[in-house]
């Protein structure tokens, strides 16, 4: 079974500073890669998704995250913090079922962001 | 554009009382999966339901069963509560056949269990 760590379970930034949020991999194959973000009291709801097109993946929000195979890594990163991107979020890696073709999320364990002023 | 929509948003019981989490989409998704939330934890999958028909365990299905009713609805059934599932469970749906699909998430059921 694949396995997704999240290093970091919180980060604090200031408002306008660098977001960099850190997941590994541990993946045989190529894997399918997503972030999730969720907002207080909310569900979790989708930033972007690595599917092999690209290496670097352009989110939603100004989020972006770089597939890097040599270092099984997918860190989500953003230019500048602002304060409403103060949420928990999410790193994810889809595999298929042992002896199988259904597809299951395994997620890190979570990173909360909070942005100071 | 209602999505995944899980029933009800609050709960709270007793040790031993029984009940039903319900979960319906909108999107003719075939594949609806079940997870709780617990905190430092991630998300651990309960159960899920490649298709209508079918259900499967996840990684930690003890003490739960499930019921896929139809394509639209996918409930998931305590029969004996216990305050280790006290947790926020949320239902995700996805169209299926391949892994890039990211899955669409309902706004969780936060049980309590006392």
């Known amino acids: 079974a694949q396995s997704v760590t999240q290093l970091g379970s919180h980060v604090s930034v200031s408002e306008g500073a660098l977001v960099l949020l850190r997941c590994n991999y541990s993946s045989s194959v190529p894997p399918y890669l997503f972030w999730y973000v969720q907002y207080p009291n909310q569900g979790l709801q989708l930033l972007l998704k690595?599917?092999?097109?690209?290496?670097l993946v352009k989110g939603i929000n100004g989020f972006e995250a770089e597939f890097k195979k040599s270092e099984t890594s997918f860190h989500l990163t953003k230019p500048s913090a602002h304060m409403s991107d103060a949420a928990e979020y999410f790193c994810a890696v889809s595999e298929v079922e042992s002896g199988g073709s259904n597809y299951k999320l395994t997620f890190g364990k979570g990173t909360l962001l909070t942005v100071n002023p | 554009n209602a999505g995944v929509t899980q029933t009800p948003k609050f709960q709270v019981l007793k040790t031993g009382q029984s009940m039903t989490l319900q979960c319906a989409q909108d999107?003719?998704?075939?594949?609806m999966y079940w997870y709780r939330q617990d905190p430092g934890m991630g998300l651990r999958l309960i159960y899920y339901?490649?298709?209508?028909?079918?259900?499967d365990k996840g990684e930690v299905p003890n003490g739960y069963n499930v019921s896929r009713l139809n394509k639209r609805e996918f409930s998931l059934r305590l029969e004996s509560a216990a305050p280790s599932q006290t947790s926020v469970y949320f239902c995700?749906?996805?169209?299926?056949?391949?892994?890039?699909?990211?899955?669409?998430f309902g706004d969780g059921t936060r049980l309590s269990i006392l």
């Open positions: 995700a749906s996805i169209f299926s056949g391949t892994g890039n699909q990211p899955q669409h």
């Open positions: 339901s490649a298709s209508e028909g079918t259900t």
């Open positions: 690595y599917t092999s097109a690209a290496t």
């Open positions: 999107m003719n998704h075939n594949s």
